[in-house]
C-alpha cells in the first residue's frame, strides 16, 4: 500500500516545492520509520524476557 502512495504523493511534494523538499521529507519518514521499528523490537524483547 506504501509503495502505491509514496509515487504520487512524491510527485505532489516536488511539484509544490522543489525535489530538495521531496527528498528531505522521504529521508525524515525514513528515519522515523527506523525508529519505529527498533522501539518495536525493544518492547517486543522486553515482553519475551518477563
Known amino acids: 500500500?506504501?509503495?502505491i502512495l509514496?509515487?504520487?504523493?512524491?510527485?505532489l511534494i516536488a511539484r509544490?516545492?522543489?525535489f530538495r523538499t521531496m527528498i528531505l521529507v522521504a529521508s525524515g519518514e525514513a528515519c522515523?520509520?527506523?525508529i519505529v521499528?527498533?522501539?518495536?523490537?525493544?518492547s517486543q524483547?522486553?515482553?519475551?524476557?518477563?
Do not use: I, Y
Request: net charge neutral; proline share 4%.
Open 1 to 3: 500500500m506504501t509503495g
Open 6 to 11: 509514496a509515487g504520487p504523493a512524491a510527485g
Open 16 to 18: 509544490a516545492h522543489d
Open 32 to 34: 522515523l520509520a527506523a
Open 37 to 42: 521499528l527498533v522501539l518495536g523490537s525493544l
Open 45 to 50: 524483547n522486553h515482553h519475551r524476557s518477563a
